[in-house]
T-cell receptor, first 116, second 114 residues
C-alpha cells in the first residue's frame, strides 16, 4: 500500500522563481495537511484540507504561498516569488477523518527546498 | 506557531539503556501521538493515545496519556542503534473539523552508541 507521495524530493531554485510542490495523499484519505520544518521553528502546519476544501490556512506565511487541492488525489503548494527564507523541508500528510475517534496523520518523505 | 514543550532536547546513550522523554502542554489535548523522524524522511507514527490515563505499548516502546490530558511520556526499553532519530510528540484537540490540527513538540534527538 503506497504511502503519501511527494515530488520533487529536492528542489534548488533562485530567489524570485516560482516553486511548486506536489503531493498525492494515501488513497481513501479525506484530509490533507501541508507542513514546513526548519531548525528554528520546528514542524509548522501551513494549511489543511478536508474533502478538498481548505479548512485552516492560518499557518500560511504570506500571500506568496498558495495551496490547492483540485481533487482527492492531488494537492500543490506554490511559492511565488520564492525567497531564501523559504528554504525548509515541506511535508505533506494525509489522514482519514472519522466521525468518532481521531484521524491519525501519515507523512510523506518531504521536499527539501533550497532558495539561493 | 504553537509548540509543545518536549524534554530532553537530546539524549546520548549506550546501547541497551532505557530512554524516557516527555511532553507537556498548558492546554488540554484529546489525543497524544508520538512520531519518529529519521534523516531525510518524514515523521512516522509510533504510538497513538486516545484516553486520559491510557498506557500503550508497541514492542519496546511504551507511551502514556497523562491523567490531566496535558502531558504524555514515551519510554524506550533496551535501546538499539536503529532507535536513533528525532522523536516528536504531537497533540490533537478534537476529532475532525477545525480541531484535527496537530500541534508538535520541539523534538528529542536520540543518539545510541553501540
Amino acid at each position: 500500500d503506497a504511502g503519501v507521495i511527494q515530488s520533487p524530493r529536492h528542489e534548488v531554485t533562485e530567489m524570485g522563481q516560482e516553486v511548486t510542490l506536489r503531493c498525492k495523499p494515501i488513497s481513501g484519505h479525506n484530509s490533507l495537511f501541508w507542513y514546513r520544518q526548519t531548525m528554528m521553528r520546528g514542524l509548522e502546519l501551513l494549511i489543511y484540507f478536508n474533502n478538498n476544501v481548505p479548512i485552516d490556512d492560518s499557518g500560511m506565511p504570506e500571500d506568496r504561498f498558495s495551496a490547492k487541492m483540485p481533487n482527492a488525489s492531488f494537492s500543490t503548494l506554490k511559492i511565488q516569488p520564492s525567497e531564501p527564507r523559504d528554504s525548509a523541508v515541506y511535508f505533506c500528510a494525509s489522514s482519514l477523518r472519522a466521525s468518532l475517534g481521531t484521524d491519525t496523520q501519515y507523512f510523506g518523505p518531504g521536499t527539501r527546498l533550497t532558495v539561493l | 506557531g504553537q509548540q509543545l514543550n518536549q524534554s530532553p532536547q537530546s539524549m546520548f546513550i549506550q546501547e541497551g539503556e532505557d530512554v524516557s522523554m516527555n511532553c507537556t502542554s498548558s492546554s488540554i489535548f484529546n489525543t497524544w501521538l508520538w512520531y519518529k523522524q529519521e534523516p531525510g524522511e518524514g515523521p512516522v507514527l509510533l504510538i497513538a493515545l486516545y484516553k486520559a490515563g491510557e498506557l500503550t505499548s508497541n514492542g519496546r516502546l511504551t507511551a502514556q496519556f497523562g491523567i490531566t490530558r496535558k502531558d504524555s511520556f514515551l519510554n524506550i526499553s533496551a535501546s538499539i542503534p536503529s532507535d536513533v532519530g528525532i522523536y516528536f510528540c504531537a497533540g490533537q484537540r478534537g476529532y475532525g473539523g477545525a480541531t484535527n490540527k496537530l500541534i508538535f513538540g520541539t523534538g528529542t534527538l536520540l543518539a545510541v552508541q553501540p
